[in-house]
T-cell receptor
Framework: GAVVSQHPSWVICKSGTSVKIECRSL??????MFWYRQFPKQSLMLMAT?????????EQGVEKDKFLINHASLTLSTLTVTSAHPEDSSFYIC?????????????FGEGSRLTVL | DAKTTQPTSMDCAEGRAANLPCNHS???????VYWYRQIHSQGPQYIIH???NNETNEMASLIITEDRKSSTLILPHATLRDTAVYYC???????????FGTGTSLTVIP
């Protein structure tokens, strides 16, 4: 099946710093990628839809200036958590759907665990 | 918003079939039913999806009721490695976003 890779798998940072997480589709092109956040013992919450070559679409309640998304190519989307604080500590997961149709399923990355001290 | 409801948790004996139900009473005619599972601290893994016919693959079977208001995911011979949270999602084939509900935490017991 299609592979989506995230980097880093885990990161620890100090409060006030910014952290960038990369999401790559390794063997397919993805016009659209999605970013989710998951807190312990909770479900995945969709944060934003990342569109190649255009601005991301954010879900209600997600601060676009805090969670910067860039989708510079058909195989790479990045999420930057700016001025991170302890409450931003979470498991961030990206997903992608192959361009050009297919059967519609999304392929998910392995997730990136962010801990803000 | 998620359009599905699932039991919070279920147990299944190892080697037995695990039957995971999902209600999606407001499903639209062009919406598919997708199933994913998430093993602890990993990204979700695709299992199966269907529109109205029953589907089977190497992982599982998906049974969709005739009125499409509910479905059941069947793991025919559950193993300990099937312990995970199972999510049922409805979405149109041309739609974009997947919204996750609370899922069912399946525990396979030795």
């Amino acid at each position: 099946g299609a592979v989506v890779s995230q980097h880093p798998s885990w990161v620890i940072c100090k409060s006030g710093t910014s952290v960038k997480i990369e999401c790559r589709s390794l063997d397919f092109q993805a016009t659209t990628m999605f970013w989710y956040r998951q807190f312990p013992k909770q479900s995945l919450m969709l944060m934003a839809t990342s569109n190649e070559g255009s601005k991301a679409t954010y879900e209600q309640g997600v601060e676009k200036d805090k969670f910067l998304i860039n989708h510079a190519s058909l195989t790479l989307s990045t999420l930057t958590v700016t001025s991170a604080h302890p409450e931003d500590s979470s498991f961030y997961i990206c997903s992608a759907r192959p361009s050009g149709g297919g059967t519609g399923e999304l392929f998910f990355g392995e997730g990136s665990r962010l801990t803000v001290l | 918003d998620a359009k599905t409801t699932q039991p919070t948790s279920m147990d299944c004996a190892e080697g037995r079939a695990a039957n995971l139900p999902c209600n999606h009473s407001t499903i639209s005619g062009n919406e598919y039913v997708y199933w994913y599972r998430q093993i602890h601290s990993q990204g979700p893994q695709y299992i199966i999806h269907g529109l109205k016919n029953n589907e089977t693959n190497e992982m599982a079977s998906l049974i969709i009721t005739e009125d499409r208001k509910s479905s059941t995911l069947i793991l025919p011979h559950a193993t300990l490695r099937d312990t995970a949270v199972y999510y049922c999602i409805v979405r149109s084939n041309t739609g974009n976003q997947f919204y996750f509900g609370t899922g069912t935490s399946l525990t396979v017991i030795p």
